[in-house]
T-cell receptor, first 117, second 112 residues
Framework: GAVVSQHPSRVICKSGTSVKIECRSL??????MFWYRQFPKQSLMLMAT?????????EQGVEKDKFLINHASLTLSTLTVTSAHPEDSSFYIC?????????????FGSGTQLSVL | QKEVEQDPGPLSVPEGAIVSLNCTYS??????FMWYRQYSRKGPELLMY????GNKEDGRFTAQVDKSSKYISLFIRDSQPSDSATYLC????????????FGTGTQLKVEL
């Protein structure tokens, strides 16, 4: 399947700092990428849709000033958790569609475990 | 009521068993159905993708969709310890839009 690379895989930070997570499509161009959040033993919750060259679309209840998304190129989207707090600790996963493999199929990165102390 | 219901398990089976994983849903607008496998602390991996009602087979995996009952299943034949993971069903409405709705996932353990 299509390859989506996510970095870093794990980050531990102090409360109040900002953390940037990168998501890259390695073998295809992704005009749209998606950011999910997953708590232990819970489902993936869509946070926002990242659109290349335009503003991200956030799901209801997700603070856009807290979770900054930038999709500067067709292969890279970044999620920045600003002024992180312990309640932001979670597993963050990005995903993307490869139009040539079908618009309905999502390919996921390996995820980033964020721990805020 | 959640849009997608999935038994979280855990489900423990012996090696070689046939595994049946299921999801029910309430939104009749769902047209696309997917099954993902997620190993611990990893991103989900797409296993099966179906559109119409009926069965779709890929190796040891069979996906089944019954739109009239709003019920989908994933069968795993000859289960292996390497199949031990969490299996997530996911659905999407037709006619465009981006949002996938996921089940909570079923944790499967295949024991030697």
């Amino acid at each position: 399947g299509a390859v989506v690379s996510q970095h870093p895989s794990r980050v531990i930070c102090k409360s109040g700092t900002s953390v940037k997570i990168e998501c890259r499509s390695l073998d295809f161009q992704a005009t749209t990428m998606f950011w999910y959040r997953q708590f232990p033993k819970q489902s993936l919750m869509l946070m926002a849709t990242s659109n290349e060259g335009s503003k991200a679309t956030y799901e209801q209840g997700v603070e856009k000033d807290k979770f900054l998304i930038n999709h500067a190129s067709l292969t890279l989207s970044t999620l920045t958790v600003t002024s992180a707090h312990p309640e932001d600790s979670s597993f963050y996963i990005c995903s993307a569609r490869d139009p040539e493999r079908g618009p309905e199929k999502l390919f996921f990165g390996s995820g980033t475990q964020l721990s805020v102390l | 009521q959640k849009e997608v219901e999935q038994d979280p398990g855990p489900l423990s089976v012996p090696e070689g068993a046939i595994v049946s994983l299921n999801c029910t849903y309430s939104n009749s607008a769902f047209q696309y159905f997917m099954w993902y496998r997620q190993y611990s602390r990893k991103g989900p991996e797409l296993l099966m993708y179906t559109y119409s009602s009926g069965n779709k087979e890929d190796g040891r995996f069979t996906a089944q969709v019954d739109k009239s009952s709003k019920y989908i299943s994933l069968f795993i034949r000859d289960s292996q310890p390497s199949d031990s993971a969490t299996y997530l069903c996911a659905m999407k409405v037709g006619g465009g839009g981006n949002k996938l709705t996921f089940g909570t996932g079923t944790q499967l353990k295949v024991e030697l």
